[in-house]
Nanobody, 117 residues
Framework: QVQLVESGGGLVQPGGSLRLSCAAS????????MGWYRQAPGKERELVAS???????NYADAVKGRFTISRDNAKNTVYLQMNSLKPEDTAVYYC???????????WGQGTQVTVSS
């Protein structure tokens, strides 16, 4: 049974920081591209950042320079360090595991991030 369990969300003031974690089980973590997506109320889900099995990151323009994605293959965990948070970063953040070769795609349950004073 595949599980992606996110943690680390919460309420933070503008300019603050949060670190999201996603612990994976039931998959060979090291062969998956891991990603963080977010969905704000009334908006479509969008890619925030992704990282290949080799550690190459990719970021949405809106978060470049503020967010950092990383992974620890030994711990089956992917992280999203979010700095200089803005109110527009408020959303539910979802962890995703994707392997195109096997057509496998898995999602976590999401964690709420609220940026507000």
């Amino acid at each position: 049974q595949v599980q992606l369990v996110e943690s680390g969300g919460g309420l933070v003031q503008p300019g603050g920081s949060l670190r999201l974690s996603c612990a994976a089980s039931g998959i060979i973590f090291s062969i998956y591209v891991m990603g963080w997506y977010r969905q704000a109320p009334g908006k479509e889900r969008e890619l925030v950042a992704s990282i290949t099995w080799g550690g190459s990151p990719n970021y949405a323009d809106a978060v470049k320079g503020r967010f950092t994605i990383s992974r620890d293959n030994a711990k089956n965990t992917v992280y999203l360090q979010m700095n200089s948070l803005k109110p527009e970063d408020t959303a539910v953040y979802y962890c995703n595991a994707n392997n195109r070769l096997s057509s496998s795609d898995y999602w976590g349950q999401g964690t709420q991030v609220t940026v507000s004073s």
